[in-house]
């Protein structure tokens, strides 16, 4: 109701407002549920996208605006190796880790209690 307030309707007299609609509103909602055999909740519900995506698969299809190249496509960028890079900094992670608490401070003090 905050939202809908305006600077000539404050929220006392959205409330008046809304609170003597609040029951018609309700009647008229199962009213319109039971003529079009769709029922809704007041949450937020996912659209089924199958039907649209069909149809434009048709589309594209149809108008053959998509060929496949069988020699590639020549580009000067060449991706970044994501995962290679990721071993390498998971592998200084490591050593530094190892480094640190094993052969560290905590790994003296283990050899030490031993």
Known sequence: MATRRTST???AELFRRTALTGSYCTSLKIAIE???GEYSNGR??????SREVRHLAY????SKSITKNPLGRKSPFQPEDILQHGVKRLDAGVQRF?????EGELGMRMRMAK
Do not use: G, R, S
């Open 9 to 11: 309707i404050d929220c």
């Open 59 to 62: 589309q594209i299809a149809k």
């Open 98 to 102: 190892n480094l640190q608490v094993i």
């Open 44 to 49: 937020h519900q996912a659209k089924d996208a």
């Open 34 to 36: 039971a003529t079009f």
